[in-house]
Every structure is written in C-alpha cells, then in structure tokens.
C-alpha cells in the first residue's frame, strides 16, 4: 500500500517539479538581503539536548484513528504490567492508559510512549507507538523496547517476574533447536 502511495505521489511531483524549474529559469534569482551592519550573520542551531527535553516534557498524543478489534483487545489482556528490569540497570514502567482501553502507557528513560496491540505472525505479543516509531516486543522469557526510526534496541533482557520464572525452566529445560529434527521413532525388534 505505502508502494502505491509512493510511485502516485512520484507521479503528481515530477510534472510540479518541471513546472517550477521552467517558471525559475524566467525569472531572476533573487539577491539575499545586504547585511549593512557588517557584521557576520550566524544561524543559530538548537542543541540535540534541548531538542530532547522539549520531546520528553512534551504530552503523548491522545488522539489516534486507530480501532482495536476483539483479536487486540485479547493480546492486550496478556501485556505483563508494572516496574520490569532490564539488562544494564535500565528499566521501563508499562501501564494501561485508563483512558482508552487496549492502549498502554510505557515510560523508559523519561520518555513516555503510548502503545497499542498490532497482530504478530510469529506469536509474540507486540505493541506498537506510530507516533514516536517505537514497539515492545514481549516473549515468553524476555521483552525488549525498539527504536523503529533509529534500528536499535532502547531497551532489552526485559523480565516481569513471570518471564524470569519461564526463562528459569528453559535453562533447566532447553527446548529442542529446529536443527535437531524429529525425535527418532522407537526401534522395534525383529524376531
């Protein structure tokens, strides 16, 4: 769908950007005002951190066009929930936004995002923040937050108490790996 809309939207700008590059070759280019002062004019750059604390004091948006089915609403009853400890100290605080139901308000590192369910294929429960380009990937051992913009993980080895317990069974007992194939049929004797 984001194909079709991409080659449509090529197609309306070419003929836009031949229009405006014949009416530019018409008419003069203009001049940047002199500076009579003589004094060298800088543009000012806003700091990334500045940026950053502007984002983070900024509200989640509570609008959304998005309608959970019965399928979301289901996936959104199994989101584990509360304070959950990640790996290098970091951690992040997932509560369901009381406003919307189905909606979750997760917070890491003084950023909040606002996630919903989005089926999975694979199985795994995934939630996911249009807005900030963010998703929470919660498996049965582990959960971990990504940066959809940036590629990389914000935040991972994440365990709620109940993926701790699961992630203990798999060392005591690991499951089979793809490569091992089928267990082997008995052996029957010959007589």
Not at 46 to 67: L, Q
Not at 122 to 134: F, H, M, N, Q, S
Not at 146 to 171: F, I, P
Request: glycine share 4%; proline share 7%.
């Amino acid at each position: 769908m984001k194909t079709i809309a991409l080659i449509a939207a090529t197609a309306l700008a070419l003929p836009l950007a031949a229009m405006a590059q014949t009416n530019a070759a018409s008419t003069p280019a203009k001049q940047p005002a002199a500076n009579t002062t003589g004094k060298k004019v800088v543009q000012k750059v806003v700091p990334k951190r500045i940026i950053k604390k502007v984002e983070e004091a900024k509200p989640i948006s509570e609008d959304t066009d998005i309608t959970l089915s019965e399928q979301d609403l289901k996936v959104a009853e199994t989101i584990l929930t509360g304070t959950i400890k990640c790996e290098l100290g970091a951690s992040v605080n997932i509560e369901p936004d009381p406003k919307k139901p189905g909606f979750f308000i997760l917070t890491h590192a003084n950023v909040k995002y606002r996630l919903h369910p989005v089926t999975s294929r694979t199985g795994a429960v995934r939630l996911e923040d249009p807005v900030r380009e963010a998703m929470w990937l919660q498996l049965g051992n582990k959960s971990m937050l990504m940066s959809q913009k940036q590629g990389l993980r914000l935040a991972d080895e994440c365990q709620a108490a109940k993926q701790a317990e699961v992630a203990e069974d798999m060392k005591k007992n690991p499951p089979k790996s793809l490569f091992d194939g089928a267990d082997a049929a008995p052996a029957t004797k010959k007589q």
